[in-house]
């Protein structure tokens, strides 16, 4: 930093006076820079304190603070034109100071003073004290500097105010800089050792670090902007003093006035100051705290806006539904309503509150406590001192934990958090017992702190409960896929969009069919929000009964556009619909506009994009879609997503494209692995708004010898033959403990298909997999139905044998009749 040098200058204010002003240019004055260590000795003394303070660095290293700080001192005197006095010593820094010292405050302090010497005149200085926490050793900084210096270099004779009064030196403000802006804290941290030469980057970026979140003036001159006022609320016998001169200087140019109208204007200037600075303060306040929509991040927010400048600690409380994101809490709070401590915010050495009232806790409040007072009346409780009965009544509901030594003696204001004038919880400022009391003013200046902060908690509380009501809906629309269907396992994902309530219309299903076959589906409503979430289950419910009718793919997408135009004009969507069969080794595939998939092969790893018939999105209408046939062998893996996964703004849908192919086929150890691989190497690219859906099906086959098929003529004695060749079957699996329920379960369904067949012969499947299937297949197309039969009935009783003894049972219609299929679990081995 740019010192200049020294000058005497003559006559200066007053007799013997000195101003530094020589080779300083305009914006900047030297300053004295004292750093206090944990023990009260000096541990830096920058050449601006040598030469304001009098005292050499080699003399100030390592010697008490208290001893080169003039600290014992009176305060000028009441009129401003008071002599200085001249003993020979000073008249000190101030009780504000001796007391940041010797460790009493916890919380930054200002204030001036007037020095006088033989060999240095009279000097009016301005200080500044703010303590450092943390791991290093400092525990105080000191900045002071030449009074009559900034009033020099500011030009506007503003050295009258000190720095703890509101609209002090309006063009002034301390900074660690070489400019007449504002810099940025690695700014900061970078000129400091040119301050402080004796400290390293890391202690001067932690130093710094604090000044800004204490939010202490910086060391330089701006031409807009105003100095921060310090955290001292209290208006200075000095603004009494400078208003009592003011009001002399008018007596003098207009008569005297008469006491009445003395003690008023007096009282509109203490109230115009204090006024201010706590308008500053809450406007200071208002561009802190709701940055976000974020509940969490709101209430940290509200919480350190507070402190240490208003208070020196600030825990926050919760009603239960605010904090579970449930929706707007009714009714007044009693004795039974639980508050959740959701943030305790305080300027104290490091975890002294933690043990005693940890975040997240959870309790009601009695009658006779001032927070339930507070709560059920929606009025700030001010309490001036907590006594000692006032600290045990607090402390008692706290159980084990000793409240009171923390507490006692502090002075409290408790302030509702209000929205629609129902209380969503509340405040508890305390003030350590050394500061000034709360007061009626405070009060008020707490009750509108509380308001804005409410309407900001509100806003987000909101937020996060339609959000929790969006994404509820998005859950039950999502089906939960079994891991392994017949012949292959699957595993998927969905990641919510960023935007819009992190809601869309994206969707994955499964669907059991005949055959040992399984239906995948993957879908994209085009838009966000609600009304997307609602079209994609919609559409997803229909797909799911066309599927169960065994329609071809292409067919399939062809009643699902139609319904679509059906639905509205707005219902518009991407599908891709595949139907694998794991006995025949082979892939049906067709597209209405979605990326195509990308299909792994199992021998060499290979991956590749298969080329399908686009076709046209779900709605548009008029457009045919075809399907394609994909042969493949066990271990290949399918991958079906939606472009949420691959796209990003202002990037060629190719480079997402081919990025899934690469990470498609890298190996993994499972499924979900090789899902989380995908989905790392595809949403770290950023710029994802969309949401996303991503399904990996591993078709794993079903082999020859565990598929056993029969034809049965129309006979009814071929139910016998079933049987037969059934348990016969089953003995060859080695499956001999299901024969009984199974040759009973065959006999049933051969014998209904045999009663209502038309001509072809019926078909007998039996499929050995994680399940045994068997399937009964005919060319009559009424489905069969439960039914209840009384004793005298002489039908209506096999269906309910089936539903008895398989773990599973349905039916579905197929191009040339109906297909009747049950399953059993396959034993324990």
């Known amino acids: 930093m740019d010192r200049g040098t020294e000058k005497d200058v003559s006559p200066g204010r007053g007799t013997g006076s000195r101003a530094v002003v020589a080779d300083i240019p305009a914006g900047r004055v030297p300053l004295a820079v004292v750093v206090v260590d944990h023990d009260g000795l000096v541990s830096h003394w920058s050449r601006g304190a040598g030469r304001l303070l009098g005292r050499a660095r080699e003399e100030a290293i390592g010697r008490p603070a208290s001893d080169l700080l003039p600290v014992s001192g009176a305060l000028p005197d009441e009129a401003d034109d008071a002599p200085y006095r001249s003993h020979g010593g000073y008249d000190g820094l101030g009780p504000g100071l001796e007391s940041s010292l010797d460790g009493r405050l916890s919380y930054p302090a200002a204030g001036r003073a007037r020095l006088a010497g033989p060999e240095r005149g009279r000097v009016d200085v301005l200080w500044w004290a703010y303590p450092l926490v943390g791991p290093g050793r400092e525990r105080l900084l000191v900045l002071a500097a030449d009074a009559d210096g900034l009033r020099h270099g500011d030009g506007h004779g503003h050295a009258d105010r000190a720095p703890g009064e509101a609209g002090a030196f309006e063009r002034v403000a301390p900074a660690f800089a070489l400019h007449t802006d504002f810099p940025g804290a690695d700014e900061l941290a970078r000129r400091l050792p040119e301050i402080l030469p004796s400290m390293s980057v890391g202690e001067s970026a932690r130093i710094v670090a604090q000044v800004l979140e204490l939010g202490y003036p910086v060391l330089e001159f701006s031409q807009n902007d105003r100095v921060p006022v310090t955290p001292d ?61 974020d509940l969490a991040r709101t209430i940290v927010e509200v919480s350190r806006a507070v402190v240490p400048r208003f208070t020196d600690v600030a825990g926050t409380y919760l009603r239960e539904q605010v904090v579970a994101g449930e929706g707007f809490p009714q009714g007044v709070p009693d004795t039974r309503t639980m508050w959740h401590r959701v943030a305790v915010e305080h300027n104290d050495e490091p975890g002294r509150w933690d043990d005693v009232v940890p975040v997240g806790e959870a309790m009601p409040f009695p009658a006779h406590t001032p927070f339930f007072q507070c709560m059920t009346s929606g009025e700030p409780v001010l309490v001036p001192r907590i006594s000692e009965e006032t600290g045990h009544a607090i402390a008692s509901q706290f159980e084990k934990r000793d409240i009171r030594p923390l507490i006692t003696h502090r002075s409290m204001l408790v302030v509702p958090l209000k929205a629609r004038d129902v209380v969503l919880g509340f405040m508890i400022l305390l003030r350590h017992p050394e500061r000034a009391e709360f007061n009626d003013m405070d009060r008020v200046t707490g009750a509108e702190l509380a308001a804005r902060a409410g309407l900001v908690l509100d806003n987000a509380r909101m937020y996060t409960y339609q959000e929790s009501v969006a994404e509820t809906l998005q859950d039950s629309m999502l089906p939960s896929i079994p891991a392994r269907m017949a012949g292959c396992d ?156 691959v796209e990003v703004r202002g990037e060629d849908i190719g480079v997402g494209l081919a990025t899934l192919c690469e990470s498609a086929a890298h190996p993994a150890a499972s499924m979900d692995d090789a899902c989380d691989t995908i989905i790392r190497a595809l949403n770290t690219r950023g710029g994802r708004k969309d949401d996303v859906a991503l399904l990996m099906a591993r078709l794993n086959g079903i082999e020859p010898d565990d598929v056993a098929e029969w034809r049965l003529a129309r006979d009814p004695a071929e139910v016998g033959r079933a049987r037969a060749v059934v348990r016969e079957q089953l003995r060859e699996w080695g499956l001999v403990r299901l024969a009984d329920p199974t040759e009973l379960m065959v006999s049933e369904l051969v014998t209904n298909a045999v009663r209502h067949s038309r001509g072809r012969p019926v078909e007998l499947r039996l499929v050995r997999g994680d399940t045994l299937l068997c399937e009964v297949e005919d060319d009559d197309h009424d489905l069969p139905t439960l ?43």
């Open 233 to 293: 609320w209290g208006v200075p016998r000095r603004v009494e003093r400078r208003a009592r001169r003011e009001r002399a200087a008018r007596a003098a140019a207009r008569g005297p006035l008469l006491p009445e109208e003395a003690s008023d204007d007096e009282g509109e200037d203490l109230e115009y100051a204090a006024v201010r600075e706590r308008l500053e303060f809450l406007n200071e306040v208002s561009g802190r705290i709701g940055t976000s929509l």
């Open 490 to 645: 699957i595993a998927t994902r969905y990641l919510p969009g960023t935007l819009l309530g992190r809601v869309g219309g994206d969707w994955f299903d499964s669907v059991k069919l005949p055959g040992a076959r399984t239906a995948l589906v993957v879908g994209d409503v085009m838009g966000h929000g609600l009304n997307s979430a609602a079209m994609m289950g919609q559409l997803r419910t229909a797909v799911q009964t066309m599927a169960a009718l065994d329609l071809p793919p292409a067919q399939l997408l062809r009643n699902l556009d139609d319904l679509a135009q059906r639905l509205g004009d707005t219902y518009l969507a991407t599908c891709l619909y595949a139907v694998y069969d794991p006995i025949a080794g082979e892939v049906r595939l067709a597209n209405a506009g979605h990326i195509p998939p990308v299909l792994v092969r199992a021998g060499d790893g290979r991956s590749e994009l298969l080329d399908l018939p686009t076709g046209a999105p779900i709605g548009v209408g008029g457009v045919p879609f075809e399907a394609v046939r994909v042969p493949v062998r066990p271990g290949d893996r399918l991958v079906m997503c939606t472009d949420g996964l």
């Open 787 to 829: 039914l209840s039969a009384g004793p005298a009935d002489a039908s209506g009783r096999g269906l309910r044998v089936v539903s008895a003894l398989a773990r599973e049972w349905g039916t579905s219609r197929t191009n040339t009749g109906k297909t009747v299929w049950c399953e059993l679990a396959l034993p324990r081995r």
